[in-house]
């Protein structure tokens, strides 16, 4: 198993930027892809980007590409999201899951989340 905590969240103006960490223990990181999703009041969770085990691949949903970028560092067991030019529409807690067997968008085949880390944009 793998513990997952988020941190890095706040409130930040609109064109402002934020950097999210995921911070792993347990099980070697390196064993995961890692997965960051947002869920807004009112809306279901949903993706944000992923990372290959090795961080040689990614991918963005396109709402933040050009925006966001997801990274990993294998020997400090932390993933990262660094957002920038955030907009109102960002807002949202935001998690990160781990998964064994998959690199991708569906949330269903990460097996390990965090608790959460609120971002709040205002315009």
């Known amino acids: 198993q793998v513990q997952l905590v988020e941190s890095g969240g706040g409130l930040v103006q609109a064109g402002g930027s934020l950097r999210l960490s995921c911070a792993a223990s347990?099980?070697?990181?390196?064993?995961?892809?890692m997965g960051w999703f947002r869920q807004a009041p009112g809306n279901e969770r949903e993706f944000v980007g992923s990372?290959?085990?090795?961080?040689?691949?990614?991918y963005l949903t396109d709402s933040v590409k050009g925006r966001f970028t997801i990274s990993r560092d294998n020997a400090k067991n932390t993933l990262y999201l660094q957002m920038n030019r955030l907009k109102p529409e960002d807002t949202a807690v935001y998690y990160c899951?781990?998964?064994?067997?998959?690199?991708?968008?569906?949330?269903?085949?990460?097996?390990?989340w965090g608790q959460g880390t609120q971002v709040t944009v205002s315009s």
């Open positions: 899951g781990a998964s064994a067997s998959y690199y991708g968008t569906n949330q269903n085949a990460y097996h390990y």
């Open positions: 347990g099980r070697t990181f390196s064993s995961y892809a």
């Open positions: 990372i290959h085990w090795t961080g040689g691949s990614t």
